[in-house]
């Protein structure tokens, strides 16, 4: 008895002592671990990369894990919180050019990287982005886009993982290396259909958009156009755009989610109805009473002040009624648009959205649609709808139901 005790517990020892070493050559917890592996991928032609981050505690969002894989090579997982750890052979790769950084769904990813290091992964290929060109449908999600290319349903259970926790189960690091693993037959079999279709330049294009680093920077004084207030009055957005750009500030510089700092809709009652006095600011219903008391309601008034005293507050944006004669023209747009993306199997969502035809829909006459920015008039969209939408308001083509579908019909011929 006791020797079945004695060989079990050394079984057991064993079986953790294999887990343990399994788990840590997929996850790199030193920098010079870090610095031979990235000098490893980035000779390869493209790697994938995910990331694990949480947000809901504070302003910035914490990255916890950073998975990184390449073609012939297993999945890795980078420890950002290990003890002593420096990520900059992680940046390295990412602004190394050589090497196309694979994603799925890149903007949060690309968020957090470019708040760490100021600069942002390059050059860029996004899977969700490639599979729209290809005919998946409005942002499909990756567990479907590997389904369908990889025939594998995907066990997302630790979805909800607290990243910053250490350590992590096994369980919680194959699922976070299963969202690079399968990436790459994803990547690979989306760039081949790209190829073949000739619209690798399509998805290129678009790269630009994620490209941009405007959309990842968060100014203060552009921040009271995310609140919602019931008026426009250029006073009352005065009022508000000083107080939201103190409460981005103060969030930023606490690091702490915005509505911690004070919530939207005291900002616009605020702005609407602007406290003079610590007393004016006790008495309004959603500002928490500890505000009034506090460093932040002095702040609070001196920003309510600001607003007031702005020369130049910012104008509200011209109301958009759309002509009740040009509801026809849109809506044959949008049919059109239905049967082109369809025949070019691409997403029509990113062919044009409702405004780029609204738009359209009003411009009349060769000079002015030339004069037009509108993307659906340029590059592959063009190719795809524009012509055809010009073609329509020309009154070359027409719509017509035959056999219960709505079909094009050139009227030239």
Same mark, same amino acid.
């Given at each position: 008895m006791d020797n079945f005790y004695t060989v079990s517990s050394r079984i057991s020892w064993l079986f953790f002592a294999l887990r343990d070493k399994t788990m840590a050559m997929r996850m790199i917890t030193d920098t010079k671990t870090l610095k031979s592996h990235c000098e490893t991928l980035a000779k390869h032609p493209y790697i994938t990369v995910d990331t694990e981050f949480l947000r809901d505690k504070t302003y910035?969002?914490? +990255?916890?894990?950073?998975?990184?894989?390449?073609?012939?090579? &297993?999945?890795?997982a980078v420890d950002p919180l290990a003890n002593g750890i420096?990520?900059?052979? #992680?940046?390295?790769? !990412?602004? &190394?050019t050589s090497t196309i950084k694979v994603f799925h769904a890149a903007r949060q990813d690309l968020e957090i990287f470019f708040q760490i290091c100021g600069a942002l992964p390059t050059p860029l290929f996004d899977t969700q982005v490639a599979a729209m060109v290809c005919g998946y449908g409005d942002q499909i999600g990756y567990l479907n886009l590997v389904k369908d290319v990889c025939g594998i349903a995907l066990d997302k259970g630790a979805q909800f993982t607290d990243w910053s926790r250490r350590p992590l189960s096994e369980k919680q690091l194959s699922y976070a290396l299963d969202d690079v693993t399968y990436l790459r037959d994803a990547y690979e079999s989306l760039a081949k259909r790209l190829e073949q279709q000739k619209r690798t330049q399509w998805v290129l294009q678009e790269m630009e958009v994620l490209n941009d680093t405007r959309i990842y920077?968060?100014?203060?004084?552009e921040a009271w156009r995310r609140i919602k207030v019931r008026t426009n009055k250029p006073k009352v957005l005065?009022? +508000?755009?000083?107080?939201?750009?103190?409460?981005?500030?103060?969030?930023?510089? !606490?690091?702490? *989610?915005?509505?911690?700092?004070i919530r939207d809709d005291a900002l616009a009652d605020m702005a609407i109805h602007p406290p003079r006095n610590r007393d004016d600011l006790q008495k309004m219903r959603n500002v928490p009473p500890d505000i009034s008391k506090s460093r932040k309601g002095e702040d609070v008034l001196k920003a309510v002040q600001q607003g007031l005293a702005d020369p130049n507050p910012p104008k509200p944006p011209p109301k958009k009624r759309f002509p009740q004669d040009s509801i *026809?023209?849109?809506? !044959? !747009?949008?049919?059109?648009?239905?049967?082109?993306a369809g025949i070019h199997d691409v997403a029509p969502r990113l062919v044009a959205s409702i &405004?780029?035809?609204?738009? #359209?829909?009003?411009?009349e006459g060769t000079a002015? +649609?030339?004069?037009? &920015? #509108?993307?659906? #008039?340029k590059g592959w969209r063009f190719d795809v709808f524009g012509k055809e939408a010009l073609a329509m308001k020309r009154g070359d083509i027409a719509l017509s139901l035959q056999n219960g579908k709505i079909v094009k019909i050139d009227l030239k011929k």
């Open positions: 910035y969002a914490r +990255l916890c894990l950073v998975q990184l894989c390449a073609k012939g090579m &297993d999945p890795v420096d990520l900059q052979p #992680l940046f390295d790769l !990412m602004a &190394d920077e968060m100014e203060p004084n005065g009022v +508000l755009k000083a107080i939201a750009a103190w409460r981005e500030r103060e969030a930023q510089r !606490m690091n702490i *989610p915005r509505p911690r700092v *026809p023209v849109l809506e !044959m !747009m949008k049919m059109l648009l239905k049967i082109q &405004d780029d035809l609204e738009e #359209l829909a009003q411009i002015l +649609l030339e004069k037009s &920015d #509108l993307k659906l #008039l």
